[in-house]
């Protein structure tokens, strides 16, 4: 199955995240302390509102919400809050990696990766998408970044890592819909995607 690879344009109106959590509270007994249960697997969801937009714009995205709602979809984040700069070409760093920390090289001497920044992982041609926890100045292009949420699938030594154009693939959670007004335009175009992996 080929994802499909959302438009560009026009970018959205807004756009709400929040984290598939695995995890739980678990109640102590009798009135005991409650704790949390952290599960492996977590990961990200989005949902999106795109402009009134062209008929000729409402197309293209029609076509590729309806197509990517059998096949998966590939949008690229917006990060309008945070500045991407120049990374550079940033790999893992060695082999076996797990948990909520990433070792990484490559990347351009110097560059600031930022706290709520977005990044993918990709790994066996798939991108995982994760969220820088903490501010880290790279040294000589490398060092140790704190994730969120952990790691989901082992990568390799020397995956590539997209701080520049991250993407969220998932599925579509809803059938996607629009409405065309008096005026041509076409509002309340809506959708969500889920990571699966």
Known sequence: MTLVTLPATPGPRSVAWSPIDFGGTM??????SAQRVNRLGNRWRCEVE?????????RKWAAALVRGLRNGVSWQIRQVTTPVGLPGSPLVNGADQAGD????????AGYSVQAGQWFN??????????QVAEFV??????????????LRATPAD???????TPVIEGLLVDVPSWAIDATRLVRGVTFAIEEVR
């Not at 020397?158 to 520049?164: S, V």
């Open 121 to 130: 992982v990709t790994t066996g041609g798939n991108n995982y998408l994760y």
């Open 101 to 108: 920390s990433l070792v990484i090289d490559g990347a351009r």
């Open 50 to 58: 795109l402009p009134a937009m062209t008929p000729a714009d409402a």
């Open 158 to 164: 020397n995956d590539p890592l997209n701080f520049a």
């Open 27 to 32: 109640q102590g007994p009798l009135g005991g």
């Open 137 to 150: 100045k790279l040294s000589g292009g490398a060092g140790t970044l704190e994730i969120e949420p952990p």
